[in-house]
């Protein structure tokens, strides 16, 4: 498969077509809207404008939000039409997040990762203590609140076990590096997030280890194909076991409600 194939594979399952917990899935015929069940921020994944209406239809969603009182991300991938949907979207007010790498490789059973048995103190996260300690070092990292991503995080364990895979590693009792992994119903992919760990124990092959669990998860329950957005630190790991960059992203945050 070729990245033409994987972009458009990529495309189809996790914009176009993507279903996500505690969100509904509403399609126009210029978007793909996700609005919040629980009071979170809604996003758009999913664009089909072009520079004579791009402007038109900014508005129409900003209004559209605006009514039902939820603040939303507009996701930008470098592929996407027109070329300046990003500098449009600055001007309408949004708020430009930094690019991240969108990294995808599919593996099969020979992968090194698949063969990797070296995940000793690896374990599996299914209970609420084990997301809060997530929750603890998410904090301590970034020096920011992840009580939303707690929450989340939570309420998909729980409703929907089998879509949300959580994997930490612990020293002296501690939660000291923390990914999880959501698979889509009829979809190639597995989409890895987190992979956070704190400085003092980086250096020790944690990320790789806890890439290993997840993608054995992921072959295991039919998903071939490894997705993450990853910052400029991780994604020279991702490239050594062999992900290709297939474009960038931006998450672009719309204007505060007032």
Partial sequence: MDKNELIQLFNKE????????GFIREETENVVRHVSQFGENGFI?????????A???????????????????????SYDKPDNLKEILEQEGFTIGDPEALMVMKIDD????????????????????GIQ?????????????????????????????????????YED???????????????????????????????????????AARAQKAFEKGHPILTVD??????????KLGFICLAYSNGCQSPTLK
Avoid: C
Avoid at 45 to 53: D, F, G, R
Avoid at 57 to 76: A, G, H, P, R
Avoid at 230 to 236: E, I
């Fill in 14 to 21: 996790l914009r176009y077509e993507s279903q996500v917990q």
């Fill in 45 to 53: 994944i999913y664009s089909n404008v072009n520079s004579e209406n």
């Fill in 55 to 77: 402007r038109e239809i900014i508005k129409k969603e900003l209004t559209y939000f605006s009514d039902i009182k939820q603040d939303f991300e507009w996701k930008v991938y």
């Fill in 110 to 129: 020979e992968h090194t990762l698949l063969t990797n048995r070296q995940l000793l103190g690896v374990k599996e996260i299914t209970n609420e203590q």
């Fill in 133 to 169: 300690d997530i929750i603890v070092l998410e904090d301590a990292i970034w020096n920011e609140s992840h009580a939303e991503l707690g929450e989340r995080l939570w309420r998909d364990k729980r409703n929907n076990p089998e879509s949300l895979y959580i994997y930490g590693i």
């Fill in 173 to 211: 009792g501690q939660l000291v590096s923390a990914a999880w992994m959501y698979l889509e119903k009829h979809s190639s992919f597995a989409s890895l997030w987190g992979g956070s760990t704190l400085p003092l124990y980086r250096g020790k092959g944690y990320y790789t280890k806890l890439l």
């Fill in 230 to 239: 990853a910052s400029p630190m991780s994604r020279p790991i991702l490239e």
